[in-house]
């Protein structure tokens, strides 16, 4: 079984900062993506940020300059610092995983986990 476990939303101001973490754990040979994606209320889910198992970073162009992910392989941890927030940043946040492990009692290559959502308010 693998877990994702994401922390770090809250209330904030406009203009104030988050750092989210996503943290695995379970029988996972290797994590091959991290993904942040998230979804405000009412609209589709969005991609936020891509993370490498090398620690390479890709970001949707509308975040790229105030959203910050970094990965740390011994911690098996993802985090996304965010700066500069607005309120329409508003949104359930979420972490995902492609990687190779065990489901069950198979091994396989490209399973994908998502984490259980952490919510960021940005309001006054």
């Known amino acids: 079984q693998v877990q994702l476990v994401e922390s770090g939303g809250g209330l904030v101001q406009p203009g104030g900062s988050l750092r989210l973490s996503c943290a695995a754990s379970?029988?996972?040979?290797?994590?091959?993506?991290w993904t942040w994606y998230r979804q405000a209320p009412g609209k589709q889910r969005e991609l936020v940020a891509v993370?490498?198992?090398?620690?390479?970073?890709n970001y949707a162009d509308s975040m790229k300059d105030r959203f910050t992910a970094s990965l740390d392989n011994a911690q098996n941890t993802v985090y996304l610092h965010m700066e500069s927030l607005k309120p329409e940043d508003t949104a359930e946040y979420y972490c995902?995983?492609?990687?190779?492990?065990?489901?069950?009692?198979?091994?396989?290559?490209?399973?994908?986990?998502w984490g259980q959502g952490t919510l960021v308010t940005v309001s006054s």
């Open positions: 995902n995983v492609n990687f190779d492990g065990m489901r069950g009692t198979m091994w396989y290559r490209d399973l994908e986990q």
């Open positions: 379970g029988q996972i040979t290797r994590i091959n993506t």
């Open positions: 993370v490498s198992s090398s620690g390479s970073t």
